[in-house]
């Protein structure tokens, strides 16, 4: 008999842990405001179903050939600056929502940051020291808050490819003064390219995939384009013993959504909010049930939630549209 109970409070434990590691990573990419924050705000992250947010400061370039880095200054708002940031990862955690936090660039008029690239050595060393400066400062922000992920970098291709040896030796830095789990946000596109995976603890994927071309892309036709990048994530995980995790993903609610998903042009006015909820639907679908698939973060979600996004809103948010009732099935039962 003792045995018997031993055996099944074993099996309980096993079944907790295993039941523990399979819950996957349902995230929301908090957007910096030029408010503070407060339990309103997070409120409805906490309704949606999510259990992860991406805070998300911001360092600020002149241009793609420029090395300085400006940030943490009173000209940026709120939540782009380091105060910012730390209040709003100890607001998501006292919620108990976990964190991951993913300092991003900006180069001026919205250049694709992965297209940075110095002309000169004198400008790569500069821009080197300017970057180490600004993520070094965040991760210790990351140690300081018990910060559960850190991402050291957001879509930087051409840096990335060109100074491999400076990642090398930035990542030994960041390990010392943070002790999280590490990943990277590299595009859709660049992932495969990236140099330094068996350094961090997930494959972080910026995932615009394209994967229908129909208008109103029905949840049939997103499943079938998935079935192809689906089996590359899958081989790529299986090859570095990574877990893929979305450090964003989401469509905008416009028409074709899903055939160039990384689009941002101001010059669409169509709306579709029909496009984004299937093809939001359709991605739960298709990969929340993958043991290679850690989980990934919507983007993007805006601290004032009552008057973000809704009927007439054709960006990325899913606030007040059909697609937040879709995150929040897929999350409450994830």
Not at 83 to 95: P, V
């Amino acid at each position: 008999m003792y045995s018997k109970i031993r055996f099944f409070i074993a099996f309980i434990f096993v079944f907790q842990i295993n039941c523990l590691h399979a819950q996957k990573i349902n995230g929301i990419s908090f957007v910096a405001s030029r408010d503070k924050a407060t339990n309103e705000h997070v409120k409805p992250v906490v309704e949606v179903g999510a259990n992860y947010a991406a805070v998300m400061p911001f360092g600020f370039i002149r241009a793609l050939d420029n090395p300085t880095i400006v940030y943490n200054t009173d000209r940026q708002w709120y939540g782009e600056r380091r105060e910012g940031a730390k209040d709003y990862i100890k607001l998501l955690q006292s919620n108990g929502i976990k964190v991951m936090l993913k300092p991003q660039l900006w180069i001026w008029r919205g250049e694709y940051t992965g297209y940075l690239k110095m002309e000169t050595e004198e400008n790569w060393k500069a821009l080197e020291t300017s970057y180490e400066a600004f993520i070094l400062d965040y991760a210790k922000l990351a140690q300081e808050t018990g910060t559960s992920i850190f991402s050291i970098g957001t879509e930087l291709e051409q840096f990335v490819a060109n100074r491999p040896a400076f990642w090398e030796s930035l990542i030994k830095k960041i390990k010392a003064v943070y002790k999280g789990k590490l990943t990277y946000a590299s595009n859709w596109d660049e992932y495969k390219r990236v140099p330094f995976w068996d350094q961090m603890d997930y494959v972080g994927v910026d995932a615009y995939f394209p994967l229908s071309e129909m208008q109103t892309p029905s949840v049939k036709s997103v499943i079938d384009g998935w079935r192809w990048w689906k089996g590359e994530l899958s081989a790529f995980s299986k090859l570095h013993g990574k877990k893929i995790l979305f450090t964003e993903w989401g469509y905008r609610s416009v028409d074709f959504t899903a055939k160039e998903p990384w689009t941002s042009d101001h010059s669409v006015t169509t709306v579709n909010l029909e496009a984004q909820a299937n093809t939001t639907k359709a991605t739960f679908d298709a990969l929340w049930g993958e043991d290679w698939f850690a989980g990934g973060f919507i983007w993007k979600w805006f601290i004032h939630h009552s008057r973000s996004g809704g009927s007439d809103n054709n960006r990325f948010t899913p606030q007040n549209k059909p697609a937040e009732a879709v995150i929040k099935e897929y999350y409450d039962k994830n």
